[in-house]
């Protein structure tokens, strides 16, 4: 079994600071799409979460992933308000819409979850997961939501 490292818990100031570093990632995430269109951007955009991630919780590396992911998604995904619909039924593509950004944004907790167990292992070489698992969360929410992205 792999070994935690021993990581004391923050308070105060220091906590807050970690979870302002991990929210920059929503800025950063949300720049990288349209309709900013800063692809470059993207290439950078989850290391402030995954440097915040080994300083959280297991259930506060969950809602940091989520806090992260819920105003990206509803930001990046605002096309969905520009499909035309018969008169009356507006409010099903803003249902359509609120679920699938919010599915998606809890894949980035349990992503935040998994990854945040990897970066705290003493060993060194489970860092070298974590984009198989990041990337694996990111292929199975395309399949367990109607989302279009590929």
């Known amino acids: 079994m792999l070994k935690a490292r021993e990581?004391?818990?923050?308070?105060?100031?220091?906590?807050?600071?970690?979870?302002?570093?991990?929210?920059?990632s929503t800025v950063l995430l949300t720049l990288s799409q349209p309709p900013f269109n800063?692809?470059?951007?993207?290439?950078?955009?989850l290391l402030p979460l995954f440097v915040a991630?080994?300083?959280?919780?297991?259930?506060?590396?969950?809602l940091l992933g989520f806090a992260v992911g819920i105003p990206y998604y509803w930001i990046d995904q605002w096309w969905l308000?520009?499909?035309?619909?018969?008169?009356?039924?507006?409010?099903?593509?803003?249902?359509?819409?609120?679920?699938?950004a919010t599915a998606q944004a809890c894949f980035y907790g349990f992503a935040s979850q998994q990854v945040r167990w990897l970066l705290t292992r003493a060993a060194a070489w489970p860092m070298w997961l974590v984009p198989l698992v990041w990337l694996g969360f990111?292929?199975?929410?395309?399949?367990?939501t109607p989302a279009p992205y590929p």
């Open 7 to 24: 990581i004391e818990p923050l308070k105060s100031w220091p906590r807050l600071k970690v979870w302002l570093i991990g929210m920059l």
């Open 38 to 45: 800063v692809p470059l951007v993207g290439l950078i955009a």
């Open 53 to 62: 991630l080994p300083r959280m919780s297991a259930g506060g590396a969950w």
């Open 81 to 100: 308000g520009q499909m035309v619909t018969e008169a009356g039924n507006e409010w099903i593509i803003f249902s359509m819409f609120a679920f699938v």
């Open 138 to 144: 990111e292929f199975a929410h395309e399949f367990n």
